[in-house]
Structures are given as C-alpha cells and as structure tokens.
C-alpha cells in the first residue's frame, strides 16, 4: 500500500478527500492530514507518504512554500496541487517544483481516480528502478571484492577509499549440503565488513577492531557452528587491502589442513605443528601388539602419534586417507597372520568409515574403535606353532618387570615349558632365562643414563626383587657395576 496524507485548511476539503473514494481498493493506505502548511511539514517528516495533496493557498506557510522545504530536507513525496482558483501562474509555480498535476477544487472523482492510478504506477516503477540500481550497485562492489581478492584489481580510486584501514581475513568452508543463502546467514549477526564468494568458499573480511570481537562470538556459539557443520580458517594479524589477496593464499593452504586440526575453533598459521613428530617404523607391529594384549593406554598413545605424524608433515585429506588406509589394512593383515579369528577389514566398511568423518579425528576415533571390536576376542596367549617364540618375545618386551620365568610364561600360552624351552632355545640360540636377564639389564641401562634413580629403585623397576643378585647380573653382562655404569654416562653429559 502506498501511503496518502492531505493537508489543507478547510475541513471539508480535508475530511471529503478521504471520503471522496474507498482509496484502498486503488492502492492507498490514508495516513493523515494537516490544517496549515506547518503542521503538515511535521506529519511529512514523520510519516513520510508517498503522496500528498496541498492546498496552494494557506494561511502561513504556503503549500508551495512547505513544498520547497519538504524537498530541501530530502522528503521525496509525490505532491498533486489543490487551489480554489484556476491561476495557470500558480500551476507553472508547481510544474516547476516537479508537481504532479494540479487539481481545482472542488476535486472530481473521474478526474481524480485516473490521476491517482498513474502515480502509483510511476512510484512503483521508481522503487523497482532503485531496487535494480541498488542491486547492480551491489553486485559490482561484490564483483570489486572478489576481483581484489583473486588478485586481479585494477580500479585503484575504489582501492584508495580503504587504504587507512586495516583487515582480518576469515574463510568459511561447509561440510553439509548448504546453500550460500543458509551460510552467509549464520554470520549475520557477527561483526563482518564484507562478504565475497570465491567459487565455494566464503571469505569474511573483518576491520582489525572487529576481530577479537569475531572470535569471541564464534566461540560462544561453537554447537551451533559444530552442529553446521562449518570449518573455519583465519589470518590473525591485521594486514592492508593490497595484502588481501596474500591472505587469501595463506588460507587456502589453511583450507588443505584443516581435515587435521578438528580440535581448534578456528584455524591460523600460529595453531600449526611444525616441529618434528615421525612415525617410528615398528608403528605397525606396535599396535597389533598392544591390540592383542588390550593395552588401552598404548593403544590411544599410538593414535595420538599418527595424528600429531599427519598434522607436523602438513598433509592433505586425500593424502592422510591414502596412507590411513594402506597403514591400517597392513595392520589387519599382520594381525590374520597371527591369529585365525581376525579377518581384513572390507573395502567397504573402511569406505563407510572415510565417508563419515568430517574430521582426522573422527576417522581415527572410528578406525580405532572398529580395531578394538575387531580384536576384542583375541587371546593373547594362545599362538600357532610358528608364531609361539616371537609371542613370547613380545611379552618379555612389555612384562619384562613382572616374576617372570619359563615355567610360568609356558602356562600362560598353554605349553609343555620343557618342549617351550627347547623351542625357544632353538629359534633364538640362547636359554629364555639368558634372553629376560638381556632384557632386563638393557632396560636398567637405559634408567640408569636417562633417569636420577637409587640403583636399588632401578633393579626393581626392570624385575629383581634382589639388589645385589642385581649387581651381579648387571656386572657379568655390562662388566661394571651399575653405579660405576652410571657416573660413566653422567661424565658424557657433563
């Protein structure tokens, strides 16, 4: 509806002009009216209507003196012109103030009814004409932006109007099936100066004040960005506009990383891992150890491992899946080898997997819990023929502490300890109580150089209930005492 005041000092002519015709049925909504041109200034400037009848003679201020004044105060109403006296001077005075027409009183409707349809087709000709301009304004400062950023802008008195300013550069990337609508609206309410679109990336750029500000809402509303499933990158120190297209660089490396560091709310250089975290070599034989004995701990340690391997190597989503894969799928084959209830995880199920994680993380999580049921069932201590020295290696490696000795590690994995001792003797060339004092003594040197412990505190840590049996099976295998042992490679470090 468009909106319809009259302003005239005759009641009647007031009063009949509301009543002359049912003005909605044409498009109008009657806002009011105003007895002299004063009066009717107030209403324009409070009820701003689209058009406006005025009495050219009032007492005061003139209707074409209040018209000047509407217009010099930029109130942009569509005035038709009301005068008892047919003066073509007065009408030459309106046309010339850009009026509408110019009716006599007493007003007819015939005359009226035509006069009022035609403007309000000009108005809305004239709002569609500012909603075109307005969005063609628009759509080339987005394309100034987007131009910038792709570092490509050439318009330098359009670069010149920011140069005072300083920026951050956000980028948003969506996991979930978004329209740009939806994603540009979970960032209306956030202090953003402009939003530009680079193919499927959302790039918010913020004033250098709005930053702080910006992270502090972002976190605030983690569940709900979680739940949107949006990740974010950000430059964090305030940069010029010719530097934009830079930052835009520097995220995008950020875009490639960001499967890795799920954890951070919103990712920068500054969050990156860059020091060294390589993958030790028996990775792969440690898990599946730690997998058959049920060693949690272990277990989570090495995961947390793989993840910190990726994350300082700097590697992609494709390329942490393509080395996930292969690395786990020689996990479960090492794994059937040794035991006969394990069976190799399906192209499928690890697609299913890949498929579901947003997040290094997630996949990690879901790979590990996927192993665990895999070998939920495994005994640890019951072992094929071939397989029963190298099991009982490994238990030494990881028990080598406990009051171990041939007779017990037999009945654990259910064999004669005789023919044990004798199969033993014959894949190592050496007796299983030669091979556990190895063992132990090599622990006990590796405490005795890296750690400030009593030597007793030592022989009880690697399994020697007895300090000076200690002593002497440190001395016939290293050929020093453990204290002559320790000053030796305390000298090394001094």
Known sequence: MLKVMFIDDEPLIRDGMALLIDWEDYGYQVVGSADNGKNGLEKLRLLRPDLV???????????????????????HSKYIILSGYSDFAYAQQAIRLGM????????????????????????????????????????????????LLNGTIQDEAWIGQFCQQRFHLVSVIHLSELGKAEVETAFDHYPVFERVWLDSCLYLI??????????????????????RRFQCQAVAIPMTIRELPQAV???????????????????????????????????????CNALTFGE??????????????????????QHIITETIERIKDVYLMLAHEHQTISVLSNQVMTDMICQADTLEILLEAIKTQLKRDTASINAFISSGDNIVQKIIEFVERYYYKDL?????????????TYLGKKFKKTTNQYFHHYLDQVRIEKAKTF??????????????????????????????????????????????I
Not at 110 to 130: N, S
Not at 405 to 417: D, M, Q, S
Not at 462 to 482: A, H, T
Request: hydrophobic fraction near 30%; proline fraction near 2%; include cysteine.
């Open 53 to 75: 009848f005025v009495d050219i003679r009032m007492p005061g201020l003139s209707g074409i003196e209040m018209i000047k004044q509407a217009k010099a105060e930029g109130l």
């Open 100 to 147: 509408e027409s110019y009716l006599l009183k007493p007003v007819d409707e015939e005359e009226l009814i035509p006069l009022i349809q035609q403007v309000r087709q000009k108005c809305l000709d004239e709002t569609q004409e500012k909603y075109y301009l307005s969005n063609y304004k628009l759509m080339q400062e987005k394309q100034q932006w987007q131009n």
């Open 206 to 227: 913020l004033e250098e004040s709005a930053y702080d500000s910006f992270n502090k809402q972002f976190l605030e509303r983690q569940r709900l960005v979680s739940r």
């Open 249 to 287: 660089r520097k995220l995008n490396k950020l875009q490639e990383l960001h499967f890795s560091y799920d954890g951070c709310v919103i990712l920068t250089e500054e969050q990156l891992i860059c020091e060294g975290a390589e993958l030790s070599e028996d990775w792969i034989r440690s898990l």
């Open 296 to 317: 949690e701990q272990q277990i989570d340690a090495l995961f947390i491992q793989l993840k910190r391997y990726y994350q300082t190597n700097q590697l992609d989503k």
């Open 405 to 417: 000795n041939l007779k017990a590690v037999a009945e654990l994995f259910n064999y004669n300890n």
């Open 448 to 493: 005795l150089a890296e750690e400030n412990r009593k030597v007793y505190e030592v022989a009880e840590k690697v399994g020697y209930s007895s300090n000076d049996y200690f002593y002497k099976k440190f001395k016939k295998y290293v050929g020093i005492s453990p204290k002559e042992y320790q000053k030796s490679k305390r000298k090394q470090y």
